[in-house]
């Protein structure tokens, strides 16, 4: 079965760079998206960014020209760079991936990523 396994998340004061990372495990998985969602604590969950097969890539207004998505397609994995951090970008990050051809979600369990001087 699917897992997805993320790591990077901690706390950096308002203007650093955390990198996050989600691996993809289940044999002969293919996935026609993945990317990163968050939820901070009273808000629903949000999307961050997201990465096709093709590429195609789609950021949250609130992080375009800070954040960068970006996918190592041969290993299932996806990555967040995250620049210039806020204290409003606190909040448990998840990744997400769509598995395919038969489509199915699947979540990561959060990792917690705290902007705080």
């Known amino acids: 079965q699917v897992q997805l396994v993320e790591s990077g998340g901690g706390l950096v004061p308002p203007g650093g760079s955390l990198r996050l990372s989600c691996a993809a495990s289940?044999?002969?998985?293919?996935?026609?998206?993945m990317g990163w969602y968050r939820q901070a604590p009273g808000n629903q969950r949000e999307l961050v960014a997201t990465i096709t097969l093709g590429a195609i890539i789609n950021y949250a207004d609130s992080v375009k020209g800070r954040f960068t998505i970006s996918k190592d397609g041969a290993k299932n994995t996806v990555y967040l760079q995250m620049n210039s951090l806020k204290p409003e970008d606190t909040a448990v990050y998840f990744c997400y991936a769509r598995r395919v051809p038969v489509p199915r979600d699947y979540w990561g369990q959060g990792t917690q990523v705290t902007v705080s001087s």
């Open positions: 289940g044999t002969g998985s293919r996935f026609s998206v």
